[in-house]
C-alpha cells in the first residue's frame, strides 16, 4: 500500500511568488490533514478535510493560504502571495477514521521563501 | 504557555543505553497520547498511542502516562545506532488536531 505521497519535495521561491503543494493520501482515506512546521517551532495543525468538504480550517495562518481537495482525493495548498514568514516544512496526514490517533504523514515538502 | 512542552535534548548516548524522552501538557482534555520518531527529510512515523495512565510496552519501546500530572515518556531500552532520530510527543483531546511537542533529537553512539 502506498503511503502519503507530497510534491514537490521542496520548493524555493521569491516573495510575493505563489506557490501550491500537493498531497496524496493513502487510498480509501477519507480525512486529509494539512501541519506545517516553521523553523524551531512544533508542528502545527493548518486543517481538516473530509472527503471534499472542509471540516476546520482554524489552524490557517491568513488568507493568502488556500487549500482545496478536489473530488475528495488529493489536495492542493497554495499559498499566494508567499512571505518569508512562510518558509518551513509541510506536512500532510491522513487517516482512515476521524479523530483517530492513526495519521499517516508524508514526507513533508520544505518551502523557502527568499 | 505552550500547550506541550518536550525536554529539548540532544540527546547523545552510547549503544544499548537507556533512552528517556519527556512532555508534559497544559490542556485537560488531551486524552490520546502518542510518540512518532522522525528521521531526517522524512515524515512523522507513528512509534506508539496510548490513551490511558500506566505504561505500554511495545519490544524495546515503552510509553508512559501520568495524567494526573499531566506528564508522559517514552523509554527505548537496548538503544541501537538505528534508532537515531527525532522524536516528537503528540497528544490530542479526542478529535483530529495534533498537538506536538518540539522534537527531542538522539544520537546512539556505536
Known amino acids: 500500500e502506498a503511503g502519503v505521497t507530497q510534491f514537490p519535495s521542496h520548493s524555493v521561491i521569491e516573495k510575493g511568488q505563489t506557490v501550491t503543494l500537493r498531497c496524496d493520501p493513502i487510498?480509501?482515506?477519507?480525512?486529509l490533514y494539512w501541519y506545517r512546521r516553521v523553523m524551531g517551532k512544533e508542528i502545527k495543525f493548518l486543517l481538516h478535510?473530509?472527503?471534499?468538504?472542509?471540516?476546520?480550517e482554524s489552524g490557517m495562518p491568513n488568507n493568502r493560504f488556500l487549500a482545496e481537495r478536489t473530488g475528495g482525493t488529493y489536495s492542493t495548498l497554495k499559498v499566494q502571495p508567499a512571505e518569508l514568514e512562510d518558509s518551513g516544512v509541510y506536512f500532510c496526514?491522513?487517516?482512515?477514521?476521524?479523530?483517530?490517533?492513526?495519521?499517516?504523514f508524508g514526507p513533508g515538502t520544505r518551502l523557502t521563501v527568499t | 504557555q505552550k500547550e506541550v512542552e518536550q525536554d529539548p535534548g540532544p540527546l547523545s548516548v552510547p549503544e544499548g543505553a537507556i533512552v528517556s524522552l519527556n512532555c508534559t501538557y497544559s490542556n485537560s482534555a488531551f486524552q490520546y497520547f502518542m510518540w512518532y520518531r522522525q528521521y531526517s527529510r522524512k515524515g512523522p512515523e507513528l512509534l506508539m498511542y496510548t490513551y490511558s495512565s500506566g505504561n505500554k510496552e511495545d519490544g524495546r519501546f515503552t510509553a508512559q502516562v501520568d495524567k494526573s500530572s499531566k506528564y508522559i515518556s517514552l523509554f527505548i531500552r537496548d538503544s541501537q545506532p538505528s534508532d537515531s532520530a527525532t522524536y516528537l510527543c503528540a497528544m490530542n483531546a479526542n478529535d483530529y488536531k495534533l498537538s506536538f511537542g518540539a522534537g527531542t533529537t538522539v544520537t546512539v553512539r556505536a
Open positions: 478535510f473530509v472527503k471534499e468538504s472542509k471540516q476546520d
Open positions: 496526514a491522513s487517516s482512515q477514521v476521524q479523530g483517530t490517533y492513526e495519521q499517516y
Open positions: 487510498s480509501g482515506h477519507d480525512n
